[in-house]
């Protein structure tokens, strides 16, 4: 059995996914997304809420292997440095947490890998990512991309 912590690291909403990987099958175990806090909040207290989160999140769940997003070219410069900075201290709870275990994954090849096309939207991702862990529940787009990284990690990295 292997516990994989998923991360979809944004300045806003950052997406966590736990599953749990016996044999050659996947159980969800935890999902949800650290509300940061929106803009005109203090940018710093936003890093904050998501390393203190991020970091009681892994010391619940004890994850074996831990799975972040990497970074993808941004559009507005602002918002790839907010982006940028958020995954830093996404990058710092884990590396606290347990050295050297920590996997990226780029969006595309996650998403080609789950949903079977690299530009798959977020609805196919939900859908998914739902129908790979016999969820019924509603799970929000953040969480669904997180358990598409954990996915996407326990199948690839040996362990």
Known sequence: ????????????????????????????????????????????????????????????????LIAIEKVFSHVNVASALKLGQARGVALLACEQYRSGLISEFSPKAVKKSVTGYGSAQKAQMQFMVKKLLGLSCVVTEDAADALALAIFCASAVRY
Not at 40 to 59: C, E, M, P, Q, W
């Open 1 to 64: 059995m292997t516990i994989v912590f998923g991360i979809d690291p944004g300045s806003v909403y950052t997406g966590f996914g736990v599953i749990k990987k016996v044999g050659q099958s996947f159980e969800h175990v935890d999902s949800g997304r650290i509300v940061a806090g929106k803009a005109g909040v203090d940018f710093s207290a936003r890093l904050d809420r998501i390393y203190n989160d991020l970091t009681k999140l892994l010391h619940q769940h004890q994850p074996d």
